[in-house]
């Protein structure tokens, strides 16, 4: 689900929360959970609680336990974004510290309009700023100077229904994430001992893939492209990694998209153990399968059999059960229809044979 928020003055989590409730189902999250979630914002918010007045924060604290209900901390299912947020002009210094990573415009309201808790809440479920619409709106839900916009998964014309998504890192779906940065470093004098070492900090430091491959630098130099790949919220720290772990002057960066499959993993007995085996599915159909390597080649080596025969015989066993698996939904399906068939009448005599 996509939502996004625009605000036409200061947000306030006490008028957001009603158009919230119309959108979102009831009991998103078990009671305990939604109070360790409020408890945690209150807990950061206790530093700010002297800028507002007490009945502004009572209201706020009863609103925000009503958002952690409904929505979970860290669901990736959700994408919330927000539109340029209207904040009073000449807030003190501390509330500034909030207002970090948002697109604002500064009005003027008075100081006591504005919600330390609606901004934690917001960095809490993980919104994200957003410059304007981009898909297909499909309701719209609106309290006092807010609204909450559902917006249809945008495919972007790429012929079907693949969405494309910002920094999902959740693959139970095949989606298009345009949420990610490719970095280059082009090295002639940087030792492999180093490169090894930087390799492991960009990994630490949330890169996705990271990789050496040979390069002609000037005056016919050999040397070594490394290239990065990551979220765009990790952009700045690996950028720093570089600058501080290897002999660059300069680091080349751009957002590139990444198609990736829906995966998911069953676990198959070999006659030499369990092991775990990635399936990807693209448009509903399953076109890849991968054995754990760190299983299969401990099991491999425990046996003193080659690798590649734990790995042949867990993949004909994920196959065999996908195909089982099909062959049950088939029947499923067929029953349902021959079920369909019989009048009503005959519905006891069906269930007796």
């Known amino acids: 689900m996509k939502l996004v928020i625009r605000s036409e003055r200061p947000l306030f989590l006490r008028e957001l929360a009603e158009p919230l409730m119309r959108l979102m ?5 078990d009671r305990f959970s939604a109070d360790e979630h409020a408890a945690a914002i209150l807990q950061r918010a206790a530093l700010y609680r002297s800028f507002c007045r007490e009945d502004d924060w009572a209201a706020e604290e ?27 002009a000449g807030l003190p210094v501390p509330l500034l510290t909030l207002l970090e990573g948002w697109m604002i415009r500064e009005e003027n309201w008075p100081p006591e309009k ?21 898909g297909r709106i499909t309701q719209v839900e609106y309290g006092e100077g807010v609204a909450v916009i559902r917006l249809e998964s ?7 229904d693949v969405p494309v998504v910002k920094e999902r890192r959740q693959h139970e779906e095949e989606h298009i994430d345009e949420g990610m940065y490719l970095l280059q470093a082009n ?7 180093w490169l090894a070492h930087v390799l492991d900090r960009l990994l ?6 990271v990789h050496f491959l040979p390069a002609t630098m000037k005056k016919s130099r050999p040397g070594v492209l490394l290239q990065a790949l990551c979220y765009g919220s990790r952009l700045d720290e690996l950028k720093s990694i570089l600058f501080r772990e290897t002999t660059t002057f300069g ?12 995966r998911r993993v069953v676990t198959v007995t070999t006659e030499w153990g369990d092991v775990p085996v990635k399936l990807g599915y693209h448009r509903g159909e399953r076109v890849q399968a991968a054995p754990e390597y760190d299983v299969c080649a401990r099991l491999a080596k425990q046996a003193g059999v080659p690798l590649k025969q734990v790995y042949q015989q867990a993949l004909l066993l994920a196959e065999s059960a996908q195909a089982q698996s099909r062959q049950e939904e088939t029947g499923c399906v067929e029953k349902w229809k021959r079920e369909e068939e019989f009048p009503q009448k005959d519905a006891g005599r069906l269930c007796d044979e």
């Open 251 to 262: 680091v080349r960066y751009f957002p590139v998209s990444c198609h990736r499959l829906a």
């Open 25 to 29: 189902p009831a009991g998103g999250t």
């Open 62 to 88: 009863k609103a925000l336990r009503t958002l952690t209900t409904l929505l979970p901390a860290n669901d990736h299912r959700l994408q919330l974004g927000i539109q340029c947020l209207p904040v009073p």
């Open 114 to 134: 504005f919600s330390p808790l609606a901004m934690l809440w917001l960095k809490a479920v993980g919104a994200r700023p957003l410059a304007r619409l981009d």
């Open 187 to 193: 090295l002639d004098d940087s030792s492999p001992e």
């Open 204 to 209: 630490a430091a949330g890169a996705n893939d």
């Open 154 to 160: 945008d495919t972007r014309g790429n012929g079907s």
